[in-house]
């Protein structure tokens, strides 16, 4: 269960905000690194460097085409952390659909004793 | 978006755990479901066992613990903390720390934003330490738990 404590794991690299700002707009399709540049609205040498932690990880792939460099999302390394979060994530829906019929309940209630429901 | 939908469950830094959902009521009806006693027996074990117990002092400095029995394995986890902020209907900063782990103290913050009748639920779970949080994430849930239950169940049937 327990996972390395590397800085150079997939888990590091997705804690940066911008990394997964990143990552979010290469979920859209492959993009080229001025595009990167321009969405996130800062300098080259910065994009580069998260694109560099990306890349050590596996996160991204690169292409060349000509003088322009393509960047695409490899999906693959966020598995485990899906994995990871996933059994934590299934205990907090499963609450939050009890959760759900306590609330209808209450909601029953409320309009019994003559509050406004907008709801339905 | 339907009331009833996945938890969403994101790590915003490395210390840090996010849990998003949205409800299909009001955010008074929300906060009190989450800070009443009996309705936190309710709905708080979620489908996997049964709210043994449930104090309640809410106000600032007041304490809260939650104990639960996990439905198979008949153990039992308990959590507690104390009450730090509070916005009625809006925000809940409280401590928690779950027993299993005494030494890793959370800070949660609880805020319920309501729009059109329906309410955005959001905890903020803030560990001093990175392994703290990973350790909440992997133990401190009835999910971690059960799977190391089973698990354990497992290796004592080998050896029998």
Redesign the interface.
Known sequence: ???A?TTTDA??A??E?RRRQILDLLAEGERPVNDLVERLGLAQPQVSKHLRVLREVGLVDVRDEGRRRFYRLNGEPLKP?HD??G??????????????????E??RK?KGDGHDD??R | MTSSGKAVVTLPTDKQILIEREFDAPKELVYKAYTTPELIKRWWAGKRGEVTLVEVDLRVGGGWRYVMNASSGGFEVGFHGEYREIVANERLVSTEVYEGMPDAEALDTLTLTEEDGRTKLSILVEHEKQEHRDGHIESGMEGGMQESMDALEEVAKSLG
């Open positions: 269960m327990a996972r404590a888990f590091n997705v804690a905000p952390i990871w979060v059994a934590f994530e299934q205990a907090w829906t499963e609450r939050f659909e009890v959760l759900d019929v306590v609330l209808e209450l909601k409320d907008e709801q």
